[in-house]
Nanobody
Framework: QVQLMDSGGGSVEAGGSLRLSCVASGFTSRFYSMGWFRQSPQTEREGVAG???????YYADSVKGRFTISKDNAKNILYLDMDNLKPEDTAMYYC???????????????????????WGQGTQVTVSS
């Protein structure tokens, strides 16, 4: 039994910051990679950032330099620190995990529809201009 609980979203003005959290419970030893995807009514779900069990990270070009992904392995908590937020970042953000041994870059780029993904319920981020 695996469960991902994501939180931390909210409304912020452009240039502001937010920290998203994802608490993983159950058989977390199954996870090879964890990360964040986002989706809005007008965009397809896309990968934002990911980290594998070795600590290797990958970021989408659109957030590189502004977002930081990290993980507390002892507590099984995944974080996404978002700085200098832009209106284009407005979306529902989903915590995700994968048991497959893909390179984390491959998973973030192409893994939004992988059947074996685990998903959080989503947390809304709204950035006003």
């Amino acid at each position: 039994q695996v469960q991902l609980m994501d939180s931390g979203g909210g409304s912020v003005e452009a240039g502001g910051s937010l920290r998203l959290s994802c608490v993983a419970s159950g058989f977390t030893s199954r996870f090879y990679s964890m990360g964040w995807f986002r989706q809005s009514p007008q965009t397809e779900r896309e990968g934002v950032a990911g980290i594998d069990l070795n600590g290797t990270t990958y970021y989408a070009d659109s957030v590189k330099g502004r977002f930081t992904i990290s993980k507390d392995n002892a507590k099984n908590i995944l974080y996404l620190d978002m700085d200098n937020l832009k209106p284009e970042d407005t979306a529902m953000y989903y915590c995700a995990a994968s048991p497959e041994k893909w390179a984390v870059s491959v998973w973030i780029k192409y893994g939004e529809d992988f059947i074996d993904n685990y998903w959080g319920q989503g947390t809304q981020v709204t950035v006003s201009s």
